[in-house]
């Protein structure tokens, strides 16, 4: 059924609303919050902007906005701050947003939300803040404090990243987080070649750069949701950030080889492995959730790659029908900070909720090494800048398991910081784009 028509502020505000109550990742959300919504393209982008906007910068507007509230130590309504932040958001970022504007449609919005008793709040401290807005200065020096709110990033996520990797590559990840993230898609050559494709999306306006490296990577500009190009649907390409696609390559995968990516879904990395081992090889692709299997079947369907066997599996246990793989990819869930470009609410989790995870992710690890052939490689990887979840379990794995030795990791990247030769941390401000860890092991032939 069609949603009621609503503005693109109530959009985002509504859609902010929920990626604060956990209803799920903020491009999710948000795609969901624009479907059959009745808003032209330009709706919504500002709908768009102002959602990324606010997530990006919650900390940098809520210390701007606890300046114009009369009673600084009560927290406000969490939709009457909720719109506050929209309409600051405009306010101080949206240079082509008249003041008034952003005041009077963020109280539209709070109105149509039903919630029309917090509408005088809400013009009350949007107003203060237009007033006072060239008087409030963010604070400046290098201290934890001054950093968390001139980048909107938490302290404890600050301090971890100093300990771990330094006080320079932390600033020059801080400045990463604001810059808008590239589309990189991987070209299926089963189905065309990059010269084909990117032949076809002129035709369709969108322009296509082929990377020198890896081979078949590529950016997309003036795209949209790529998901509604024809040449997506016909499978000619799947999306894959650039580290993602490096992850595979430091895989080196072969014609031929089997390898068991036992935690697959969405699919990316096994449908590019997928191509790379041609239909001589294989991919078991594993996943615990039955749902997220299926959109590894779709994409593989898609892409038309018989070649992979998705199939449901607990990568702390048996996975059915693998005995020896030639390799096995370990891409494991993590706490994601690496991706804070595309999903800026990840900067936000709350470090005490991601404890558990360095023993899954060993568990997994540890597990998954019974399926490499001797001889064969075993590859580590998340996507999150956080050594308890990458360097520690690496080294623990080569501790306790001394039938593996380290494999050196070497995908013609620039090393950013010090680490061992059989590790890799990709930083999203140098070469890569998204933020990842790799770690290489191979077992012992003897
Ligand atoms: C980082 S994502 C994998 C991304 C995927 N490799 C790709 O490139 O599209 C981690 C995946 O691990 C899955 N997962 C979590 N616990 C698991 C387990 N015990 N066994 C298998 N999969 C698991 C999650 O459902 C999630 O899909």
Same mark, same amino acid.
Not at 216 to 227: D, I, K, R, S, T
């Given at each position: 059924m069609p949603k009621?028509?609503?503005t693109a502020r109530a959009v985002a505000l509504q859609a902010l609303i929920q990626v604060e109550q956990g209803f799920g990742y903020s491009n999710i959300v948000l795609d969901h919050s624009l479907e059959d919504i009745g808003l032209n393209r330009r709706d919504k982008a500002l709908a768009a902007a102002i959602f990324y906007g606010v997530l990006e910068k919650r900390l940098t507007l809520d210390y701007y906005i606890v300046?114009?509230?009369s009673s600084p130590g009560r927290k406000p309504d969490p939709m009457a701050l909720e719109a506050i932040r929209c309409g600051a958001y405009q306010i101080l970022y949206m240079d082509r947003v008249p003041d008034s504007a952003a005041v009077n449609e963020t109280v539209q919005a709070v109105k149509s939300a039903g919630r029309a008793q917090l509408a005088g709040f809400v013009n009350g401290v949007l107003r203060g803040l237009v007033r006072k807005k060239g008087q409030i200065e963010l604070p400046g020096g290098d201290s934890l404090k001054a950093l968390s709110v001139r980048f909107s990033v938490p302290e404890d996520l600050i301090k971890l990243w100093t300990e771990g990797y330094g006080r320079r590559a932390t600033v020059q990840i801080l400045d990463s987080l604001s810059e808008k993230p590239e589309l990189f898609i991987r070209v299926n050559r089963a189905r065309c070649t990059a010269e084909e494709l990117e032949a076809s999306l002129k035709e369709s306006g969108v322009k296509m750069c082929s990377l020198q490296h890896p081979?078949? %990577? %590529?950016?997309?500009?003036?795209?949209? %949701?790529?998901?509604?190009?024809?040449?997506f649907k016909k499978g000619m390409f799947h999306v894959q950030d650039l580290s993602a696609q490096l992850v595979c390559r430091a895989l080196d995968p072969r014609p031929g080889e089997t390898i068991c990516d036992c935690c697959a879904a969405p699919g990316g990395k096994a449908f590019t492995l997928a191509q790379e081992v041609g239909t001589e090889g294989r991919i078991y692709a594993f996943d615990l959730h039955e749902k997220r299997v299926g959109l590894i079947k779709e994409g593989a369907a898609r892409l038309g790659l018989d070649n992979i066997y998705a199939r449901v599996g607990d990568a702390t246990d048996v996975l059915e029908g693998v005995i020896q793989a030639d390799k096995?990819?370990?891409?494991?869930?993590?706490?994601?900070?690496?991706?804070?470009?595309?999903?800026?609410?990840?900067?936000?989790?709350?470090?005490?909720?991601l404890q558990d995870l360095p023993k899954l992710q060993y568990n997994?690890?540890?597990? %998954?090494?019974?399926y490499v052939r001797p001889g064969g490689l075993l590859l580590y990887s998340t996507c999150t800048l956080n050594p308890a979840e990458n360097s520690a379990v690496a080294k623990r794995f080569l501790q306790e398991n001394n039938g593996f030795e380290p494999m050196t990791i070497d995908i013609g990247l620039r090393r950013v910081i010090e680490e061992p030769e059989n590790m890799l941390t990709m930083m999203p401000f140098a070469e890569a784009s998204d933020g990842f860890f790799v770690a290489g092991f191979r077992k012992k032939t003897g």
């Open positions: 009621p028509h609503q300046r114009c509230l081979q078949y %990577a %590529a950016v997309l500009e003036n795209c949209g %949701a790529p998901q509604g190009l024809e040449q096995v990819l370990c891409d494991v869930p993590c706490s994601g900070f690496g991706v804070i470009k595309r999903k800026p609410e990840i900067r936000y989790k709350n470090l005490e909720s997994i690890l540890q597990n %998954a090494s019974r």
